[in-house]
């Protein structure tokens, strides 16, 4: 699920620059993509950037042991649940509140 560009940005954003963990680091990024389809988030198949920062920062809160998990669980969570209220990013219903 989750794309050679999602990958290499959050190689990136880790300074990461070997192979080697990939298939963890996109184990993550798809966990990340499936928390979020969890919480009533619509996951656009193109990815835009909100989506993106907020599957980096799962990747970076799971990836190995890291100092700050406390803040970056935090920042992900928020940006999880701007996002299940955010237009375009969630089909509750239609605007008359009927699903």
Do not use: C
């Amino acid at each position: 699920m989750a794309t050679t560009e999602l990958l290499n940005a959050a190689k990136l954003s880790a300074r990461i620059k070997t192979n080697a963990y990939d298939t963890q680091i996109g184990a993550l990024l798809d966990a990340a993509l499936l928390d979020m389809g969890i919480a009533g988030v619509q996951v656009p198949s193109t990815l835009d950037k909100l989506v993106e920062t907020a599957a980096i920062t799962y990747f970076q809160m799971h990836f190995g042991e890291p100092d700050n998990y406390d803040r970056l669980k935090a920042s992900y969570d928020e940006q999880k649940g701007q996002l299940t209220i955010a237009t375009g990013y969630t089909n509750w219903g239609d605007s008359d509140g009927q699903i």
